[in-house]
């Protein structure tokens, strides 16, 4: 089956770094964009940062000049690297992945099961 699946999550504390990867793996075809997602505890999920199969970028206000998004085509992999970490960075991060399965030829928005990123002293 096609699955991504998140490692890298742990306890940080504050401004210390920590960088998270997502790896796609099954009979996929194609993947298109690939992003990043957080949600906090009593918030709403929200789009970190995202990355195109060209290498474009983008990042949410909050993130930038702190978040560096990256993927490797050839091993299907997604990387967040986080620096200057804060408390309210705090939240469950979720990998996307914008597939094309293979069997079907259509396109599969695919999510990871999460890794748990604390920051905190």
């Known amino acids: 089956q096609v699955q991504v699946v998140e490692s890298g999550g742990g306890l940080v504390q504050p401004g210390g770094s920590l960088r998270l990867s997502c790896a796609a793996s099954g009979s996929i075809f194609s993947i298109g964009t690939m992003s990043w997602y957080r949600q906090a505890l009593g918030k709403e999920r929200e789009l970190v940062a995202s990355?195109?199969?060209?290498?474009?970028?983008s990042a949410a206000d909050s993130v930038k000049g702190r978040f560096t998004i990256s993927r490797d085509n050839a091993k299907n992999t997604v990387s967040l690297q986080m620096n200057s970490l804060k408390p309210e960075d705090t939240a469950v991060y979720y990998c996307n992945a914008q597939t094309v399965v293979r069997m079907t030829m259509t396109v599969v928005s695919l999510w990871g099961q999460g890794t748990l990123v604390t920051v905190s002293s």
């Open positions: 990355i195109t199969r060209d290498g474009r970028t």
